[in-house]
């Protein structure tokens, strides 16, 4: 193997933001000082209110994977991407917290999109806010 040889792939990067409430959330911070990180977010003249509330955190592991997948079929099925692409979905607003039942979920099912579709991409990668971890997997 020749490790002097560069290998060159473009990567499409897609988030799993929600505008406009992710939008309307960093607003709040940034006016604030504090926001919360669930509930619903409310524009109210040049004011922002938000409802805190609890959430169940299977339910939003749930949430999270399947908006993920949901960014990675996007991608995958406008077919503008071959075999020189990787396609990188960055989760946003993921803030589960332990990430490990969220991480083996996602590649899980991306694996089961992938290995069914069979799309011509190079591969695809999960990146997430809380700690900038990197999941990846060849599509080919």
């Not at 997948?69 to 692409?85: M, N």
């Amino acid at each position: 193997m020749d490790h002097g040889k560069q290998r060159r792939f473009r990567v499409e990067v897609t988030t799993t933001d929600e505008p406009p409430a992710s939008t309307i959330r960093r607003q709040a911070l940034s006016r604030n000082g504090i926001v919360s990180l669930t509930g619903t977010m409310r524009r109210e003249g040049r004011s922002v209110s938000h409802e805190p509330r609890m959430i169940d955190v299977a339910e939003e592991t749930e949430r999270q994977v399947q908006l993920a997948l949901s960014r990675l079929k996007r991608k995958v099925e406008s077919g503008r991407y071959d075999s020189s692409t990787a396609i990188l979905v960055y989760l946003t607003d993921c803030w589960v917290w332990p990430l490990h039942d969220l991480r083996a979920t996602l590649m899980r099912q991306a694996d089961q999109y992938l290995t069914t579709a069979e799309p011509d991409i190079r591969a695809v990668y999960f990146c997430y806010m809380q700690n900038y971890c990197v999941d990846g997997m060849s599509a080919q």
